[in-house]
């Protein structure tokens, strides 16, 4: 093979290589939490919390995704983590259940190790969550990477095919105690 010949097949692979292994930026929606205390609840929310638990056992964010605007109530029951998302006329949008990332199907784990891999190499896995909606079940995955926007992300599959639906960059606005 002539020099010119081997010379060009190099840089046309170099090229096909680099382009393989560039993946374009995936958009990430933005959403907004703020921890907030109980008298911040629209009064719908308010009545529409669980009855069975002292409210001073919850702990309440604002969340802004989108443009809408829910309320999340988290809480514990037999030391197991739950949160419960409202909109503000007290409807349930979703529940959400905390889980080990070793209790979720194996084929499941592989996706989700897969695709933050793909696109947060040497992520850091925070928090997964189950969640229930009213039309389907979903796995979100917290995790922070220092290359991402916001410092934190969350990936969202759906649970039974596993199939990837988006990133979110989580933004905290503030933090403050609540007693």
Not at 35 to 50: E, G, R, Y
Not at 143 to 153: N, Q, Y
């Amino acid at each position: 093979m002539p020099p010119i010949a081997i010379l060009v097949s190099f840089l046309l692979s170099f090229f096909l290589n680099a382009c393989a292994v560039t993946t374009p930026e995936i958009f990430h929606n933005t959403e907004v939490e703020q921890f907030i205390s109980v008298k911040d609840l629209p009064p719908k929310v308010l009545m529409a919390l669980p009855k069975e638990y002292d409210k001073k056992e919850f702990t309440y964010k604002r969340k802004l995704k989108n443009g809408i605007t829910s309320y999340d109530v988290d809480y514990e029951k037999d030391r197991k983590k739950f949160s419960i998302a409202y909109d503000e006329q007290g409807k349930i949008l979703e529940e959400e259940k905390e889980v080990k990332f070793s209790d979720i199907p194996y084929d499941l784990r592989i996706k989700v190790e897969k695709i933050l891999s793909e696109h947060y190499p040497n992520y850091n896995i925070l928090l997964i969550e189950e969640v229930y909606t009213h039309s389907e079940m979903l796995l979100e995955v917290f995790f922070s990477h220092p290359k991402a926007k916001t410092g934190f992300v969350e990936a969202i599959f759906e649970y039974q095919s596993g199939t990837f639906r988006e990133f979110v960059n989580i933004k905290i606005k503030s933090i403050e105690t609540l007693n």
